[in-house]
């Protein structure tokens, strides 16, 4: 076995292992509400604007029949439910939070806490006995080590997997947060 097989046949056990314990997260919110406080979520861009909002018949729902306005994804930490997620995933207070598990199952979630420096929160599922990620130490990661990152890409596509190296440590970025230009360091 050539040393590109082993390598190869290393990263497809770590997805195999890792794959029952990430999670999808769906965002939803009453569609008056949104109205109320951020219609330009609502809007649909045209030539570089925004023109009519759309009626909410036209909209994604979750199955709870919230207008489904965000998603991304997490894993679990803890076999009681526990899931690290990014901040920016779950920035709304007053949204519907809804995580698919490997297994398909669809459950409600809390948010527990927002980190915004790192751009991290913890959500909880009130199920036992899942599966789930250990943390590991981030004080041991090292330029150029391999890492694997796997999730829902653009809260759209489920099981994505994608491999590269730890190009940088410790940075800083400011990212836009909103289409009003709300922008925070994380």
């Known amino acids: 076995m050539s040393i590109d097989s082993t390598h190869e046949e290393?990263?497809?056990?770590?997805?195999?292992?890792?794959?029952?314990?990430?999670?999808?997260?769906?965002?939803?919110?009453?569609?008056?509400?949104i109205l109320k406080k951020e219609p330009y979520q609502l809007m649909v861009p045209f030539n570089e604007e925004y023109s009519a909002i759309l009626p909410e018949e036209e909209l994604p729902h979750t199955r709870d029949g919230k207008v489904r306005i965000g998603g991304?994804?997490?894993?679990?930490?803890?076999?009681?439910?526990?899931?690290?997620?990014?901040?920016?995933?779950?920035?709304?207070?007053?949204?519907?939070?809804?995580?698919t598990m490997a297994t398909g199952d669809i459950l409600g979630a809390k948010v527990l806490a927002r980190d915004p420096l790192n751009d991290v929160a913890m959500l909880k599922v009130d199920t036992k006995d899942l599966p789930y990620i250990p943390l590991g130490n981030s004080d041991q990661v090292r330029l150029g080590q391999t890492v694997l990152t796997i999730g829902t890409a653009l809260g759209e596509f489920q099981n994505t997997v994608s491999s590269g190296i730890i190009s940088g440590l410790s940075r800083f970025l400011n990212a836009m947060i909103d289409l009003e230009g709300h922008s925070e360091r994380l």
């Open 72 to 99: 991304g994804s997490g894993f679990i930490v803890d076999p009681g439910g526990l899931i690290i997620t990014n901040k920016h995933v779950v920035y709304d207070p007053d949204a519907e939070y809804l995580v």
């Open 10 to 33: 290393q990263i497809i056990g770590v997805i195999q292992r890792a794959m029952p314990a990430v999670v999808s997260i769906m965002v939803g919110k009453d569609y008056q509400e």
